[in-house]
């Protein structure tokens, strides 16, 4: 059984960061695609950042969290993080981290939710003004 486990969320002034950590129990976690996505109260998930099982040469950042946020993974250890610098009231909803075995992250793939199998319970990020 898979397991798909987030944490780091928290309270966070506006300009504050915060910093998400992911672990995943699936066998060959080198070779699955990672994803971090988000849902706000009233609004559609979305994805945030994705990361290619090649490694963190390989990311994806929606245009909103660009130059903020940083995605990385440590295979060693089946994880996955987001660093969120410059947070901002927006940045307000609950993480969920996403794993796929075929989940490919490249040219501007990568952040739909439909692609990935495993999901997180997720964990809430509020940022304050």
């Known amino acids: 059984q898979v397991t798909v486990a987030e944490s780091g969320g928290g309270l966070a002034q506006a300009g504050g960061s915060l910093r998400l950590s992911c672990t995943a129990s699936?066998?060959?976690?080198?070779?699955?695609?990672l994803a971090w996505f988000r849902q706000a109260p009233g609004k559609e998930r979305e994805g945030v950042s994705c990361v290619s099982w090649i490694g963190n040469s390989r990311t994806e950042y929606a245009e909103s969290v660009r130059g903020r946020f940083t995605i990385s993974r440590d295979n060693s250890k089946n994880m996955v993080f987001l660093q969120m610098n410059d947070l901002k009231p927006e940045d307000t909803a609950m993480y969920y981290c996403?794993?796929?075995?075929?989940?490919?992250?490249?040219?501007?793939?990568?952040?739909?939710?439909?692609?990935?199998?495993?999901w997180g319970q997720g964990t809430q990020v509020t940022v304050s003004s």
């Open positions: 996403a794993a796929d075995l075929s989940a490919s992250c490249y040219g501007g793939y990568g952040l739909d939710s439909r692609d990935y199998k495993y």
């Open positions: 699936v066998s060959s976690f080198d070779k699955h695609g």
